[in-house]
């Protein structure tokens, strides 16, 4: 079992996360493993994915240094 619903697509793996302050650029980069699950939203029409992160110590600090948005590759 999952944790996602079973109409969702997945992915589990090596991401790349670049954590950055709203209005900034991404800086540092981590590579970290994933598990992503993307469904259709038919109230709003787009694709939205939720998911989980493996602990990176890099990824808090960047966190407790205000980071609120990443970018994921």
Known sequence: MSG???????YR???TVQP???GSEPAES???RAHFA???SP???????KGR??????LTRAYEQGARTVTVR
């Open 30 to 32: 981590f590579e970290v």
């Open 53 to 58: 992160l493996a602990p990176e110590p890099g």
């Open 13 to 15: 793996g090596p991401v």
């Open 4 to 10: 996602f619903d079973d109409e969702e697509e997945e």
């Open 43 to 49: 109230l709003t029409g787009d694709y939205r994915w």
């Open 20 to 22: 950055h302050s709203e």
């Open 38 to 40: 993307g469904h259709f």
